[in-house]
């Protein structure tokens, strides 16, 4: 037996998922949330699926130390892969690290030899994380950002946060409030992604 009811819960979520959307870190600005929601926000991460609770995950909410060494890292980063950078793009490198009132770095933990979890599905387990957190962020009056890049896969990265084996950076979420108000993000049709046998 089928239902087709839709009951108010799911109506909710269904707003608050239609409303989160990328707001780039430039236009991310104060208020941020404070400890008290951020502690919200990373126990909505912690209820993310994770086979075998390996806990393939962990964040570092960067305090003004932690965006400094994000900063140099950025730098670092883009002269071991173009040498000739002129200071106007370091300074553009350095600057991201700055921007947002929130900024927390997601980092997977992957395990390489597990038997039954293999690292594709600990990956999925941290964008399920991801998603909880922007989601429960958007539910407490929040917009956010993800942003990666190459920096995130870099050697200047793994020093700064002293990153273990199988760890790697993989983004950087800000949190804050959007400048602007946002259009509606459209969103891909159904018949793109699912098919419904009958
Ligand atoms: C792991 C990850 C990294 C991302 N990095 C960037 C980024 O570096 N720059 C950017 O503009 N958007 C980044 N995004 C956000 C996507 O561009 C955005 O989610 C996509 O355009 C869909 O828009 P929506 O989130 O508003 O639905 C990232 C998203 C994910 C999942």
Do not use: Y
Not at 6 to 23: D, G, N, Y
Not at 41 to 66: C, K, M, N, Q, Y
Request: aromatic share 4%.
């Amino acid at each position: 037996m089928t239902s087709d009811a839709s009951p108010e819960p799911a109506t909710m979520l269904a707003a608050l998922m239609q409303s989160r959307q990328h707001t780039g870190p430039k236009h991310l600005v104060e208020p941020g949330p404070g400890e008290v929601v951020l502690r919200a926000l990373f126990s909505a991460a912690a209820t993310a699926p994770d086979h075998g609770r390996l806990l393939p995950w962990r964040f570092i909410v960067l305090g003004p130390e932690g965006r400094k060494r994000l900063s140099h890292a950025f730098a670092e980063a883009l002269h071991e892969r173009d040498p000739a950078a002129t200071e106007d793009q370091l300074a553009d490198a350095r600057a991201k690290a700055a921007r947002g009132p929130v900024l927390v770095l997601a980092i997977a933990r992957l395990q390489s030899g597990h038997e039954q979890v293999p690292p594709e599905e600990q990956l999925v387990s941290l964008g399920a994380a991801i998603q909880n957190l922007l989601l429960a962020a958007e539910a407490h009056g929040f917009a956010s950002g993800l942003s990666s890049g190459r920096g995130m896969r870099s050697d200047a990265m793994r020093r700064a946060f002293e990153l273990a084996e199988g760890e790697q950076a993989i983004c950087c979420i800000t949190l804050g409030t959007a400048l602007r108000p946002r259009l509606p993000r459209p969103r891909p049709p159904m018949e793109a992604f699912v098919f419904f046998e009958s």
